[in-house]
């Protein structure tokens, strides 16, 4: 029995690890059909999540325990749901969408080990709290996974395989390479080079006020590549809760 549970488990990390590789692999391949399904992966949890979120804050902000038409409450989750599916389509298809191969692969590296993380936390989360994955990484895990993914960005920058965009460089994107009418991946490469380039402005700007080390760390946090936490969010709670239904189901 010991042996068959060390076998399972093995089989649930290796599952794990394939799944997490083939989503990235899918955003890095099909840009926009992974936009598509992340919109709508969005909408669909929102709609439950959202609507379970305001049936509890409600006595929170009201004087009654439960509203009088809860068909106001769907309908207002419904709107939030929606707006978060956009909104998360955008995102997933500015970072994986360009005609920087190298730079998208990177960024489908950092998408990946970003998800890992988010996926693990919250394994860790329900096995020893009793949390729930989908709440916690729908509501709560956005901005920790953007900075998990933002600081894998910038080891991949600091080793070379995504190129930091100077002034220079984003003028010449701007001026020289912009058609009059760009496509997705023209743009989409272009605000990489510029959030990379206002990165590291931002660095410079806090170099002044404090240590140099201190001002790396703290660029990281405001980085402009912590938005894309949002959609590490919803792929690692997908994640976590289909291992933690694998883990009740073994022997």
């Known amino acids: 029995m010991i042996v068959l549970r060390v076998v399972v488990n093995a089989l649930i990390m290796a599952a794990e690890l394939v799944a997490i590789i083939g989503i990235a692999w899918f955003g890095w391949q099909y840009p926009y059909a992974f936009a598509a399904g992340t919109a709508l992966l969005a909408f669909l949890l929102g ?42 389509g955008l995102v997933a298809l500015l970072t994986f969408a360009g005609n920087d191969d190298g730079r998208r692969l990177a960024v489908a590296v950092c998408f990946a080990v970003a998800v890992y993380a988010g996926a693990s936390l919250l394994r860790r989360l329900s096995i020893s709290f009793g949390a729930k994955p989908a709440r916690w990484g729908f509501f709560r895990l956005a901005l920790p ?81 912590v938005l894309t936490g949002f959609i590490v969010a919803l792929y690692a709670l997908v994640i976590a809760e289909t291992v933690r239904w694998a883990e009740r189901l073994r022997p």
Request: proline share 4%.
């Open 145 to 225: 996974l953007g900075l998990v993914f933002s600081c894998a960005v910038a080891m991949a920058a600091a080793l070379g395989y995504v190129k930091v965009a100077t002034l220079v460089d984003v003028g010449r994107q701007m001026v020289f390479d912009m058609p009059s009418k760009p496509t997705i991946e023209q743009v989409s490469d272009l605000l990489f080079n510029l959030k990379q380039y206002i990165d590291s402005v931002i660095a410079t700007l806090l170099s002044t006020l404090m240590p140099i080390e201190w001002a790396q760390v703290l660029g990281l946090i405001v980085s402009v590549n």
């Open 47 to 88: 709609l439950h999540l959202d609507y379970a979120r305001l049936k509890h804050e409600y006595p929170f902000y009201f004087d009654r325990e439960q509203p009088r038409y809860l068909i106001g409450l769907r309908a207002l989750a419904s709107g939030d749901s929606l707006l978060k599916g956009l909104i998360a």
